[in-house]
């Protein structure tokens, strides 16, 4: 791989610790636990985290679980597997549910300073008097609240004394600022619900940005990296900081993780699962870390794809087909090599020996991985009774076909060449048997024939080949941005109706040894991993990817 050039933000960090603005690096992934990660948050956990490992710092999880309608200890968990799948480990977790005394101590602080009001517009009024883009806002009738009567207020607020969104606690900035994020921002709305950790404690919960901000503080992060969405959301973050007066974290914004054929949204990804679109968080075609693992995909191969597309300053959408590469690339290296064959027709060898009165098993010396000799070899048993592939024989073949046809010779990998001398066929003329002599003098790795055949096909016994099912995994959607809403259509109109079809395959006895999660190369084929919906009797295989990018124009 070539060495990683330094990207802005590296660029950034490495300038304050030389200017001494920070001495040291504290970073965190802040995920909120309202859905499981995907394949954009893998890609800030590996900036944030690889940030404090390259530089000799520290990484927090923290849990930004300030929404409590949305929220749930099931995300909390398996956001946390995820980050350790990932091969990543926070230095603390932390939940920002943790500071809301501290939080809430500020507030008054803030309240004190003459610097946040009770206000009692409702969400639509608040929404009207903040104007627009173009329009300066207006200050609210209540912004002139003395801070007694603020101070009162809020804490009837916290207390209960008030409906949902009958008052909210605002921050007192600019009701004219060109950037709207400073117009009197709400610090805190007031919602009766049950929060996952703190139970009912509380019926005021902080705004993400009155939250966000201050957690980051508390923790002493040094470099707080975020999406581009957040730019606007910068002198806001400052203003927070430097009204308190607290320790003052940089925020550095970079562009989120777009990627063709696929909806990133956490929403979105929630819909499909509520509505069936998919089996589950952890389907095999959803862009969720859960699903890429179980479709086979390896966290190496994740980190590596991350590091691939590198940290930019501005939004752009990555080619899926650079995260299928990252994850060929590496089972190319690691994945051992098995026969498999899916769509299958009998091949049987009339000449083949027999021994009292049964037919020879002779046992073959097949290369687990070319590219590795340590991974050294297995024993595949042949016998005169084969399943091939049916692609792999056409009974009438141009001159460039170099697999089987009839009169032509094929090596079976790992095994001996074949002539095909004759097919057998059903009533309706398809091809159901293709029989063929072997040559005895063409052992692979013993030929002493001399004889050379362009075509090498993989086979497997038809005595010994277990049955598997195997999940051929497409593209969830068929076009490049399902996202866009042309002509009133939504993403759900571009679910790709062809994205999972099932069959049945014939696989080598070697594989059924295999592990749920054991990932391996179907030779010629693809990569394949065991999924968890295998048992000791039927195993599932789901396909993780084909050799080559079969969607290449
Ligand atoms: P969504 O919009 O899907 O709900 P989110 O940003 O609300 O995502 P969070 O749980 O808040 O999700 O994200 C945790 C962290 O991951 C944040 O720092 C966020 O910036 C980052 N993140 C989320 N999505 C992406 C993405 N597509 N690319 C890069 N980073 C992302
Ligand atoms: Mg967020
Ligand atoms: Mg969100």
């Known amino acids: 791989p070539k060495a990683p050039s330094k990207h802005f933000i590296l660029q950034a960090v490495e300038a304050d610790l030389k200017s001494g603005r920070f001495d040291g690096v504290q970073t965190r992934f802040p995920p909120?636990?309202?859905?499981?990660?995907?394949?954009?948050?893998?890609?800030?956990?590996?900036?944030?985290?690889?940030?404090?490992?390259d530089l000799g710092g520290a990484c927090n999880l923290r849990f930004d679980d300030t929404n409590p309608a949305k929220e749930d200890t099931e995300y909390v968990d398996s956001i946390q597997d995820d980050v350790r799948w990932l091969g990543f480990q926070w230095d603390n977790l932390h939940f920002a549910s943790d500071y809301f005394d501290q939080l809430y101590t500020?507030?008054?602080?803030?309240?004190?300073?003459?610097?946040?009001?009770?206000?009692?517009?409702?969400?639509?009024?608040?929404?009207?008097?903040?104007?627009?883009?173009?329009?300066?806002?207006?200050?609210?009738?209540?912004r002139d609240r003395t801070p007694a009567e603020n101070l009162e207020l809020f804490r009837k607020m916290k207390a209960g004394d008030f409906a949902d969104g009958e008052k909210t606690l605002r921050a007192k900035i600019d009701m004219s600022a060109p950037n709207i994020n400073l117009r009197d921002p709400v610090m805190y709305r007031i919602a009766h619900v049950e929060h996952h950790r703190t139970g009912d404690t509380w019926?005021?919960?902080?705004?993400?940005?009155?939250?966000?901000?201050?957690?980051?503080?508390?923790?002493?992060?040094?470099?707080?990296?975020?999406?581009?969405?957040?730019?606007?959301?910068?002198?806001l973050y400052d203003w927070y900081c430097d009204s308190l007066q607290i320790h003052h974290p940089r925020q550095i914004e970079f562009a989120r993780l777009n990627m063709t054929y696929t909806v990133m949204s956490k929403r979105k990804l929630l819909q499909l699962v509520k509505e069936n679109?998919?089996?589950?968080?952890?389907?095999?075609?959803?862009?969720?870390?859960?699903?890429?693992?179980?479709?086979?995909?390896?966290?190496?191969?994740?980190?590596?794809f991350c590091a691939d597309i590198g940290v930019a300053k501005f939004n752009s959408t990555i080619d899926v087909v650079r995260l299928e590469n990252a994850v060929r690339d590496h089972l190319n290296?690691?994945?051992?090599?098995?026969?498999?064959?899916?769509?299958?027709?009998?091949?049987?060898?009339?000449?083949?020996?027999?021994?009292?009165?049964?037919?020879?098993?002779e046992m073959m010396d097949a290369t687990n991985n070319p590219g590795d000799a340590e991974a050294g070899s297995r024993q595949v048993p042949f016998t005169g009774n084969l399943w091939i592939e049916q692609d792999d024989f056409k009974e009438e073949a141009p001159r460039k076909f170099f697999r089987l046809k009839k009169g032509g010779a094929?090596?079976?990998?790992?095994?001996?060449?074949?002539?095909?001398?004759?097919?057998?066929?059903d009533d309706d003329g398809n091809v159901i048997e293709i029989l063929c002599t072997y040559d005895t003098a063409t052992k692979s790795g013993q030929d002493e024939s001399g004889r050379k055949v362009k075509g090498t096909i993989h086979w497997v016994s038809r005595d010994h080949a277990a049955e598997v099912t195997v999940r051929n995994y497409d593209r969830l959607f068929c076009v490049e941005n399902p996202d866009s809403s042309a002509e009133g259509k939504t993403f759900l109109d571009h679910l790709n109706p062809?994205?999972?079809?099932?069959?049945?395959?014939?696989?080598?006895?070697?594989?059924?040894?295999?592990?749920?999660?054991?990932?391996?190369?179907?030779?010629?084929?693809?990569?394949?991993?065991?999924?968890?919906?295998?048992?000791?009797?039927?195993?599932?295989f789901n396909r993780i990817v084909g050799l080559r990018d079969s969607w290449a124009k």
């Not at 009001?117 to 209540?142: H, I, K, M, Q, W």
């Not at 902080?206 to 969405?229: N, V």
């Not at 899916?342 to 020996?353: C, D, E, M």
């Open 498 to 540: 062809d994205s999972l079809s099932t069959t049945t395959a014939y696989v080598e006895p070697e594989l059924a040894k295999a592990q749920v999660g054991d990932r391996v190369q179907f030779e010629r084929l693809g990569y394949y991993v065991v999924d968890p919906d295998s048992t000791d009797s039927a195993m599932v």
């Open 203 to 235: 019926c005021i919960y902080p705004m993400y940005d009155w939250a966000h901000g201050q957690s980051d503080s508390i923790e002493k992060i040094t470099f707080s990296i975020c999406t581009l969405e957040f730019e606007h959301h910068r002198p």
């Open 32 to 53: 909120e636990p309202n859905g499981y990660l995907h394949i954009g948050h893998a890609k800030s956990i590996c900036l944030n985290f690889g940030l404090a490992a």
């Open 106 to 142: 500020w507030a008054e602080k803030l309240i004190e300073d003459g610097k946040a009001y009770v206000c009692d517009l409702n969400a639509e009024e608040t929404r009207e008097y903040r104007g627009t883009l173009t329009e300066p806002g207006r200050n609210s009738p209540y």
């Open 410 to 425: 094929v090596r079976l990998r790992s095994g001996y060449i074949v002539d095909c001398e004759d097919v057998v066929k």
């Open 333 to 361: 290296e690691v994945a051992p090599r098995r026969m498999a064959v899916l769509n299958p027709v009998k091949l049987t060898i009339t000449n083949w020996p027999e021994e009292n009165g049964k037919p020879v098993v």
């Open 277 to 304: 679109h998919v089996t589950g968080w952890d389907d095999p075609r959803m862009p969720t870390l859960v699903g890429l693992r179980r479709r086979g995909y390896t966290p190496e191969s994740i980190r590596a």
